[in-house]
């Protein structure tokens, strides 16, 4: 499979692309982010960890502003997502305003999340012609670049539910990158899947990570965090109890937490 182009690699920096602060966020009585702080450099590949329930995917849907958070902020490129700073305070943007942010930031959800009702080419095309006002014919030949990429050429007019959840999943990674993303977040990308149709998906990521793609990737896949991570983040209660590069926090981790949790799914 050959390398999947990313329309915007940027050679990496000590700029964070993607910064939190203070992320808190609460379900009723249940605190799912505690004051979670996290840089994301332009470039780099993040990889979050933790056991179920500790605020990953929160965490994820707070960047691109699908979970509102109750406290702090989370900005891209220097701008705060959802909420615009009014003589010090914060207020939220409008919801035209918003859905222009996340055209800047991909999402590849666990469950495909493709539209049943289109094609897989139109999967690709419906979002950038609507949300970026793009031609249309452009958009039309830079998927089906995309879908060569990510090994599916021939399924262009194929529908969602004439395909593998393998397949599906590579076809939402094109759909992500189609916006020409700033980041791009994935959420569990191979939970969904049988296992013979893990690799395809996390070959898909590894050809971006290789050509510079800034990524944030919850995963329970520990080989493949070692292989593709610049930076693993080991996320417990909503807290960041460990981050470092994969080595340490793989190899060596400081704290018990996350050695127990590393015994169990290593």
Do not use: C, W
């Amino acid at each position: 499979m050959s390398a999947v182009a990313v329309t915007e690699t940027v050679a990496p920096t000590t700029t964070p692309v993607v910064e939190v602060r203070g992320a808190t966020k609460s379900f009723g009585a249940n605190r799912v982010l505690d004051g979670v702080d996290l840089d994301v450099e332009a470039g780099k590949v993040t990889v979050v960890l933790g056991p179920s329930g500790s605020g990953k995917s929160t965490l994820l849907r707070s960047i691109n502003h699908l979970e509102k958070l109750d406290a702090g902020f989370v900005s891209v490129d220097g701008e705060p997502v959802g909420v615009k700073v009014v003589r010090g305070r914060l207020h939220e943007l409008s919801e035209r305003a918003i859905l222009r942010q996340r055209a800047r930031i991909g999402f590849v959800f666990q469950s495909f999340n493709l539209f049943p009702h289109l094609t897989v080419l139109e999967n690709l095309v419906e979002a950038p012609v609507a949300a970026l006002r793009r031609d249309r014919a452009e958009v039309r030949a830079e998927a089906r670049t995309l879908l060569e990429r990510v090994g599916l050429a021939d399924k262009v007019d194929a529908y969602p539910r004439q395909l593998s959840g393998g397949q599906q999943q590579r076809v939402a990674i094109a759909r992500a990158l189609a916006l020409r993303p700033r980041l791009v977040l994935f959420d569990e990308p191979t939970s969904a899947l049988d296992p013979e149709l893990v690799g395809e998906v996390l070959a898909v990521i590894k050809d971006l990570a290789a050509a510079g793609t800034t990524m944030i990737i919850v995963t329970h896949e520990i080989a493949f965090a070692r292989e593709v991570a610049d930076t693993v983040v080991f996320l417990d209660a909503g807290r960041v109890l460990e981050q470092g590069p994969p080595e340490q926090v793989l190899n060596r981790p400081r704290h018990p937490r996350t050695a127990a949790f590393l015994s169990r799914v290593g």
